[in-house]
Nanobody, 114 residues
Framework: QVQLVESGGGWVQPGGSLRLSCAAS????????MSWYRQAPGKERELVAT????????NYADSVKGRFTISRDNAKNTVYLQLNSLKPEDTAVYYC???????WGQGTQVTVSS
């Protein structure tokens, strides 16, 4: 069955970096757009970034442009989210999402604090 498994979250100080990974299985990964969402405590889940099938096209939320980078490796069935220059307001659970399948991962916690 379709499975998305995120990893790479953790605690980091402001200004730090993290790299999130999402390993996909159960579907032909290279045929699907992939996205990262995040949900902070008490807030709605928000779209962070989306990447096209080949990775040639990406889109970002204004709040993360220039700091986050989404990428994918179709040979490894994995999508990544590089988080740089992290701010406390980036604290959230980050989720991987296969939009056409409406499939979510379990999420990985990112905490940014001093």
């Amino acid at each position: 069955q379709v499975q998305l498994v995120e990893s790479g979250g953790g605690w980091v100080q402001p200004g730090g970096s993290l790299r999130l990974s999402c390993a996909a299985s159960g579907f032909t990964f290279s045929l699907y757009f992939m996205s990262w969402y995040r949900q902070a405590p008490g807030k709605e889940r928000e779209l962070v970034a989306t990447i096209s099938l080949s990775g040639g096209s990406t889109n970002y939320a204004d709040s993360v442009k220039g700091r986050f980078t989404i990428s994918r490796d179709n040979a490894k069935n994995t999508v990544y989210l590089q988080l740089n220059s992290l701010k406390p307001e980036d604290t959230a659970v980050y989720y991987c999402y296969a939009r056409q399948l409406d499939a979510w991962g379990q999420g990985t916690q990112v905490t940014v604090s001093s």
